[in-house]
């Protein structure tokens, strides 16, 4: 198949396009480099070194003998938007191109405004050219499982069979989000549902946990195919996070009580996902929501198991918590549609977390420890 893969050079879009012309799939990749430029502002930087897109396109076909193809551009662009769909005329697209920190949205008015302009209009202008151009190409659409926060009831995927005053209907799960970030997201399924529905496009929403790791059997074939690994407060996820503190001696800092609940799943499985979605794609006017996680985990449990595992003695701090979120909540989540296409989760074992006190102690000295602690505060920008 021809796969269009948009945010092609960021922490997952990357290894996904390696996996999937690895599978033998036409790939190009398109992204604007806006994650490389928040690294600037916010004085950051992955904490393995990463090549540029156009090195690490030519270091895959040496290593593969295989081609990838790339765009750059900003999907706020439709007219380039529109070129390049008409120019590679995808099978799929799967579309990683979003703003995708929770704390950056919630820095201030202008960080929120950015991040729901640009994932929301970039992906209601890739909405329009698909339907202009070749609306049976299959949108694979990278949601979060933040965007149904933390009900007191189960979580389905995607959709919830009601019954209301003795009539039943089926329709999409209520969300309940906790940050401008994971809003854009909830929006973004609403524009896709809509045009499914009304245009008849065919579409994958995949609400995604939150991923660990960093190494895939791709990226591990050469230095210059690394993805990112970041361990900052405001893009580092917290798996990562936890084993960089770890390893720099540091205690781990849990967010309040860390009772919080979240779905995890590792980065291989984020790659298999991907392509499970690309081949057995959603039929036309179909708005197929997965959930996209393996495991659940409490950050508590979280910090447990990465100072359990790093062989050395560990500290577990409690911070205030920046964000605004249940301390402690019920978390039950449905994840069968991925396991039924063929799914086989690698689930987090002290194997995979002993690789990466590895990979961090090979890249420690280029840790800033300042930012580890979290300065995005969720009340902070209306409190000042
Ligand atoms: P990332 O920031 O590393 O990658 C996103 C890429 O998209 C970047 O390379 C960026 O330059 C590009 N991009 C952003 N806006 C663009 C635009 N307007 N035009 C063109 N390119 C643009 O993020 P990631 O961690 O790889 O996440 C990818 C997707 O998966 C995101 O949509 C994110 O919301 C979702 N997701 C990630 C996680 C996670 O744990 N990393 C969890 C759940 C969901």
């Known amino acids: 198949m021809r796969v269009l893969v948009l945010g092609g050079d960021g922490y997952l879009g990357w290894p ?20 490389r430029r928040y690294d600037v502002e916010l004085g950051t930087e992955s904490l393995v070194p990463i090549e540029n897109l156009a090195t690490r396109i030519e270091a895959w076909q040496e290593v593969s003998g295989q081609r990838i193809d790339a765009y750059e551009g900003d999907l706020l662009d439709a007219g380039f938007v529109y070129d390049t769909v008409r120019e590679y005329r995808p099978d799929a697209i799967v579309h990683f191109a979003e703003q995708r920190s929770a704390p950056y949205s919630m820095i201030d008015r202008e960080h929120a405004v950015h991040t729901q302009h640009n994932n929301v209009v970039g992906n209601l202008n890739l909405l329009y050219a698909i339907a202009e151009i070749d609306p049976a190409i299959h949108l694979v659409k990278l949601g979060t499982m933040g965007e149904y926060g933390t009900p007191n009831i189960d979580i389905e995927e995607g959709w919830l ?38 245009w008849d496009l065919r579409a994958t929403d995949l609400n995604q946990g939150v991923v660990y790791g960093q190494q895939t059997p791709q990226t591990a074939l050469d230095p210059r195919l690394a993805t990112r690994f970041d361990y900052d407060a405001v893009f580092g996820t917290v798996l990562n996070r936890f084993v960089v503190q770890a ?136 409190e000042s």
């Open 16 to 35: 996904t396009a390696l996996h999937l012309s690895d599978r033998g799939h036409d790939v190009a990749v398109l992204d604007n480099f806006a994650r």
């Open 247 to 382: 390893v720099l001696g540091q205690p781990l800092s849990v967010y309040g009580k860390g009772g919080q609940t979240r779905g995890l799943l590792d980065i291989r499985d984020t790659v298999e996902c991907i392509r499970l979605a690309v081949e057995h794609p959603a039929e036309r006017g179909e708005f197929r929501v997965f959930n996209q996680m393996t495991e659940s985990y409490s950050v508590g449990q979280i910090a447990d198991i990465v100072a359990n595992t790093f062989p050395g003695p560990v500290q577990i701090e409690h911070l205030d918590n920046p964000r605004v979120e249940q301390a402690e909540h019920y978390y039950h989540v449905k994840h069968t549609g991925l396991v039924e296409l063929g799914l086989q989760p690698h689930l987090l074992t002290d194997t995979l977390i002993e690789s990466m006190f590895d990979l961090v102690g090979a890249n420690k000295q280029r840790v800033d420890e300042k930012r580890l602690l979290p300065g995005v505060r969720w009340r902070g920008a209306v």
């Open 161 to 198: 069979e009601v019954e209301h005053n003795g009539r039943r209907d089926r329709m999409l799960y209520p969300k309940k989000p906790g940050s401008f970030y994971h809003l854009s997201k909830v929006h973004d399924s609403h524009n896709i549902e809509f045009a499914c529905r009304i």
